[in-house]
T-cell receptor, first 115, second 114 residues
């Protein structure tokens, strides 16, 4: 069974703290993604990776960085958390860019609150 | 620039009714189309792909109209368990949506009432 796990379901951090969100997939997928989801704004892509040590900016990369040292693990880093980064963060993975492998499998999400 | 647009709803529909909603996309080079379902406080999951000829999966029918650049989802004999947010997803070659080039709509909220 396909599985994407995220390190925390709920997280509360203070402004200025460094925050690490971890995502692990056990499906040997090539691609991994980080999104944030906010009411009225939908899913917005922050960063993605199509291979180990490779990363590409998505639509809203400002204030974030990522790390992919191993194929199964993709980390999202908030260097200095701010209140406008309070959001639901969703990690996803997909097999490859070749059809019919477009399906993205999502983790359960991390609801981050920055106070 | 809104690449994928959906009516956010909510659509309030009595149990057993048929409900349909559309999604429009702006990139005529879009290649593939999908509907994802997201339950409250849960992650999105693939509901069905949308093929050019239209396709059906049980009570769900998806249609694609390339000329008018919209896709639709029809749910027949709606159940209480169909209450969810339905996300329209489009794959385009140059959408800038990442390795898969997937762009997500903001979703249509459906509430099935007993």
């Amino acid at each position: 069974d396909v599985k994407v796990t995220q390190s925390s379901r709920y997280l509360v951090k203070r402004t200025g703290e460094k925050v690490f969100l971890e995502c692990v997939q056990d499906m040997d997928h090539e691609n991994m993604f980080w999104y944030r989801q906010d009411p009225g704004l939908g899913l917005r892509l922050i960063y993605f990776s199509y291979d180990v040590k490779m990363k590409e900016k998505g639509d809203i990369p400002e204030g974030y960085s990522v790390s992919r040292e191993k194929k199964e693990r993709f980390s999202l880093i908030l260097e200095s958390a701010s209140t406008n980064q309070t959001s639901m963060y969703l990690c996803a993975s997909s097999l490859s860019t070749r059809e019919p492998s477009y399906e993205q499998y999502f983790g359960p999400g991390t609801r981050l609150t920055v106070t | 620039r809104k690449e994928v647009e959906q009516d956010p709803g909510p659509f309030n529909v009595p149990e057993g009714a048929t409900v349909a909603f559309n999604c429009t996309y702006s990139n005529s080079a879009s290649q593939s189309f999908f509907w994802y379902r997201q339950d409250c406080r849960k992650e999105p999951k693939l509901l069905m792909s949308v093929y050019s000829s239209g396709n059906e999966d049980g009570r769900f029918t998806a249609q694609l109209n390339r000329a008018s650049q919209y896709i639709s989802l029809l749910i027949r004999d709606s159940k209480l368990s169909d209450s969810a947010t339905y996300l329209c997803v489009v794959k385009s070659m140059y959408s800038g949506g990442g390795a898969d080039g997937l762009t997500f709509g903001k979703g249509t909220h459906l509430i099935i009432q007993p």
